[in-house]
């Protein structure tokens, strides 16, 4: 459909005023992932909803998501990987990759969408049709390693995205910023070995998934906090460990894995952040983009289980990435 808005009176062209584009599909909703399941369709439908009643989604380029490109897929993820996924997809009712990753016949689809959204904002930054760009898409994708799908997650929607950015792209340097309840480590996998691009990841520990989260690599920045970490120890982990590894990086591009399930009020997590904590990092990582990455910023979303808490976070969010200048 291109990049389109519901209400043709509110459409806004890319090169306007507005610089926020906002990606997703309805298809993203048909990943069923059973009855009581937390990463379940009502994520994206909290979200857009409350984004509709506020009137920001209105002033948003609107894109509906297309499937990712094979050959994007496949910068990150082997074919076997790709096929143990599509074989474990039930012709009816539920198959498991484990016990939390749950597919339905619908899911190879939605994943195929949700990481084509992250694609196609790469493509709309970097193009100068946007300068940021928010994917609210589902299943998530910073758990899933590069031949493991876990933690809800089939494929690593942001590492495909920075492949694509770094292949199509021609850039030198990505960061990826991650600020969740649970630690990335399928991202921090896929790139431990690959220092044009940075991870920094703060986390709960000790919680799922525990793999990763000790890796010692100059690339790779963990800050794990501990149960009942708020926001001020947010903040002096980004300051003090996000912010040198950035100057020193200096990125062409930062993506950001936004989870909001280090919200205290969410039923997965111990953590202990409010929405001024989500807006006030969102802030920061729209001000480092400013100094050192052309404003340039593609953000995807990851956790976040409570469904009033994750649709007033993710407002917070948006709002941040379309008001830094």
């Known amino acids: 459909m291109g990049c389109c808005l519901r209400n043709a009176t509110n459409r806004v062209k890319f090169g306007m005023s507005c610089k926020t584009a906002y990606i997703s599909h309805s298809d993203c909703r048909l990943h069923d992932t059973g009855p009581g399941h937390p990463e379940c369709a009502a994520r994206l439908e909290a979200i857009e909803q409350h984004l509709r009643d506020s009137g920001l989604l209105a002033q948003l380029l609107q894109r509906e998501a297309q499937p990712v490109p094979s050959e994007a897929l496949a910068r990150v993820h082997p074919p076997e990987h790709l096929a143990a996924v599509a074989a474990a997809l039930p012709s009816s ?64 929607n942001i590492a495909v995205g920075v492949r694509h950015a770094l292949a199509h792209w021609r850039l030198q340097r990505v960061a990826v910023l991650d600020f969740d309840v649970h630690h990335g480590n399928g991202t921090v996998e896929i790139f431990m070995e690959q220092p044009q691009v940075l991870v920094c990841s703060s986390f709960q520990h000790p919680f799922f998934p525990n793999r990763h989260w000790d ?111």
């Open 215 to 325: 890796v010692q690599r100059p690339n790779i920045v963990n800050s794990p906090l501990p149960a009942g970490s708020d926001g001020k120890d947010l903040r002096r982990v980004v300051e003090s460990d996000w912010l040198p590894a950035l100057h020193a990086h200096r990125p062409q591009l930062i993506m950001v894995s936004a989870g909001f399930d280090a919200h205290r009020l969410d039923p997965l997590g111990g953590l202990r952040l409010t929405e001024p904590d989500f807006g006030w990092v969102s802030e920061w990582i729209c001000q480092q983009a400013a100094a050192m990455a052309e404003g340039r910023v593609v953000s995807v979303l990851e956790g976040g289980y409570h469904l009033p808490a994750l649709a007033a976070s993710v407002h917070t969010h948006v709002t941040a990435l379309m008001q830094c200048a």
């Open 93 to 156: 009712g539920y198959g498991y990759l484990d016990a939390d990753t749950v597919l339905c016949r619908d899911s190879l689809g939605a994943a195929r969408l949700a990481a084509g959204a992250v694609v196609q904002a790469v493509d709309a930054v970097m193009a100068g049709e946007c300068q940021r760009a928010f994917c609210a898409v589902r299943p998530p994708g910073h758990h899933a390693e590069t031949a493991l799908a876990m933690g809800f997650c089939l494929f690593n």
